[in-house]
């Protein structure tokens, strides 16, 4: 990765920060009962990017799961701080989604879609006017 990133971002502690070369394919919210528990809260906030425009310094731990779909959702944290940072799903290869939060900047955050409508808390209010699923969306 050359030239000046897209965004960067870091856990809370600065042991691990990385930067984006280039703005996200995609971005969304999550409301599965696995985004709920990682997250603490209603929901999971996301950026996907190429992994290819990832750099990433520092070191991470990680936690696997398998996704009803199958996938394994693999999520990595930072080891000294606890703050989850990244996921990749074997499903969607060369691709990695970053937490929205951990980014120094966010501004640029613009969901196009809700995952797990019919999981979100009442008192969770994400954004109603992009295309919302109960699940996964169908495939395109």
């Keep these: 990765m050359s030239g000046t990133p ?4 870091r856990c809370q502690c600065g042991a691990v920060s ?5 703005p996200p394919v995609t971005m969304g919210q999550c409301h599965c009962k696995d985004c709920q528990r990682a997250s603490g809260t209603g929901h999971m906030s996301n950026a ?27 999520r ?4 000294t701080c606890g703050s989850r940072l990244f996921g990749e799903n074997s499903g969607r290869p060369g691709f990695m989604n970053v937490a929205v939060g951990a980014f120094d900047d966010h501004t640029w955050f613009d969901p196009q ?5 019919n999981s979100q808390p009442l008192w969770d209010i994400t954004a109603e006017d992009v295309p919302c699923y109960d699940g996964m969306p169908p495939p395109t």
Excluded: M
């Design 6 to 9: 897209f965004a960067q971002g």
């Design 18 to 22: 990385f930067s984006v070369a280039a």
């Design 48 to 74: 996907r990017f190429r992994r290819l425009d990832v750099t990433i310094s520092g070191e991470t731990k990680t936690f696997a799961v398998k996704a009803d779909s199958g996938n394994v959702n693999t």
């Design 76 to 79: 990595h944290f930072c080891p």
């Design 113 to 117: 879609w809700v995952l797990y409508k």
